[in-house]
């Protein structure tokens, strides 16, 4: 009896886990349980990838990044920062050694450097108005440091006075007599991000982009719009000077000495110029631009300028796609962009000189890209809309992609999240629409199911 007894609980156990074993809809602590990758870099000699990983608690209501390592293959992965609170934008120091990056440890966001030989992160930064984001020199001898600043103040430090005595005034009442007074959740203060360059050794940062600019701009710019020449010796920025910012889209790409003086614009076209890279011999810029002003939907296409003859031409003008991201191959002689394609993305391979292309990659959505140092592979964030972004890398000359991280697996094992299926109709005029279509979990094909339609529009 006590046997019959024994094997009716293990068949009902056994029964209870093959029905809660199984893949369950996505619910809510699912969605806010899966970490984030975002900000991969490959270092210098090509082996490492750092990156960061953000994770939520719903508890605390809180968000906490801390950066990673990963081996090129994939092979070795381990956590570099476990401080409870924020460690982002990490960027490896030119000869490889050591990792800056920013955190807040310490009040202010400001930038710390941790060598990878062992031992705890220093502070190499105590900007007064604090650090937003930074640009190592190729040479490893300065920062460039983007920082919010009033455009009075010569220096932070004087920007950090006046905003402290105005911190001291009374009353809670702000007089607003231009735009733009707010962006999306914040208030300007009456404050631009500013650049200033720092020396690593010691030294007085020098205000490279005095004045009410936004360097880089508020709006429609890319995550490189603060880049180093690679001689070290100068910077090309993005910068909006129109009278008002808020009804433009009219940013331009400024070269300036990195020891400060005048800026000197390069670009005149009314419309948007962003995402400035220099090629690696440094003779040339390569960026993005939209031709129509006032237009933030138009078309982004890939611009070449050569510094010498002040040239330039236009890579993929015949490409009836906006280009998102691209990088330089190390020896200059080609480009990789991506741009979005029917709700995924086109990785192509572009002559710098020719301006033609080759299809290399696409069915797949990027979020991010770099490339490796010897210009073999590349190193790809993709997403699904069943798996938040991974890193991949992607070998250029077998054209063979590789997952290198597994960040969700075991959350995602247990949920049952359905793949984006594309659909078309016509609409009007005769137009084809495309659909991307998502069905429930455990959908049952005989049944009829309601149908919720996002339309994602935008300011135009």
């Given at each position: 009896m006590k046997r019959l007894y024994v094997w009716v609980v293990f068949v009902f156990l056994m029964c209870l886990s093959a029905v809660y074993g199984q893949p369950r809809p996505i619910g809510f602590e699912d969605l806010f349980g899966m970490a984030r990758i975002s900000d991969a870099r490959v270092s210098p000699d090509g082996q490492w990838i750092v990156y960061r990983v953000k994770t939520y608690s719903?508890?605390?209501?809180?968000?906490?990044?801390?950066?990673?390592?990963?081996?090129?293959?994939?092979?070795?992965?381990?956590?570099?920062?476990?401080?409870?609170?924020?460690?982002?934008?990490?960027?490896?120091?030119?000869?490889?050694?050591s990792l800056a990056f920013l955190s807040s440890r310490d009040g202010s966001s400001q930038v710390y450097l941790l060598p990878l030989s062992g031992g705890e992160a220093r502070k190499m930064t105590d900007i007064p108005t604090g650090v937003n984001s930074f640009v190592w020199s190729p040479d490893g001898k300065y920062l460039a440091v983007i920082t919010d600043m009033y455009p009075d103040a010569a220096t932070p430090e004087a920007s950090a006075k006046m905003e402290q005595e105005n911190s001291q005034r009374r009353g809670s009442g702000r007089v607003i007599d231009a735009l733009l007074y707010r962006h999306w959740n914040a208030w300007r203060e009456g404050k631009y991000s500013s650049v200033v360059v720092v020396p690593v050794e010691g030294g007085p940062p020098v205000l490279l982009t005095p004045g009410a600019y936004d360097t880089p701009p508020i709006s429609l710019g890319s995550s490189h719009d603060v880049v180093w020449s690679p001689d070290s010796r100068q910077l090309c920025l993005v910068q909006n000077r129109d009278q008002i910012v808020a009804a433009s889209t009219n940013n331009d790409l400024w070269l300036v000495d990195r020891r400060g003086g005048q800026l000197r614009q390069i670009t005149e076209s009314r419309g948007n110029d962003a995402a400035p890279r220099f090629s690696p011999d440094g003779k040339k810029i390569a960026y993005l631009a939209m031709a129509r002003p006032g237009f933030e939907a138009d078309q982004k296409n890939l611009f070449i300028y050569d510094l010498a003859s002040g040239k330039r031409r236009n890579l993929t003008g015949t490409l009836d796609l906006s280009i998102s991201d691209f990088v330089w191959a190390p020896n200059g002689k080609k480009l990789y962009a991506f741009a979005p394609y029917q709700g995924r993305h086109r990785l192509f391979e572009i002559n710098a000189a020719s301006g033609k292309r080759r299809l290399l990659l696409e069915d797949r959505y990027i979020s991010s890209m770099q490339i490796t140092p010897n210009g073999k592979s590349l190193v790809l964030g993709i997403q699904r809309v069943d798996m938040p972004t991974e890193l991949?890398?992607?070998?250029?000359?077998?054209?063979?992609?590789?997952?290198?991280?597994?960040?969700?697996?075991?959350?995602?094992?247990?949920?049952?999240?359905?793949?984006?299926?594309?659909?078309?109709?016509?609409?009007?005029?005769?137009?084809?629409?495309?659909?991307?279509?998502?069905?429930?979990?455990?959908?049952?094909?005989?049944?009829?199911?309601?149908?919720l339609n996002l339309i994602h529009g935008g300011p135009q």
């Open positions: 719903i508890d605390k209501n809180k968000g906490f990044s801390d950066l990673h390592l990963i081996s090129i293959d994939g092979r070795i992965q381990r956590q570099l920062t476990f401080h409870p609170g924020n460690e982002v934008h990490p960027r490896w120091s030119p000869d490889g050694r991949f890398r992607f070998d250029l000359g077998k054209q063979r992609l590789t997952q290198l991280t597994f960040t969700n697996k075991e959350r995602l094992a247990q949920l049952e999240m359905n793949p984006i299926e594309d659909y078309w109709f016509t609409g009007a005029n005769g137009d084809s629409v495309h659909l991307l279509m998502v069905k429930p979990p455990r959908f049952d094909p005989g049944k009829k199911y309601p149908l």
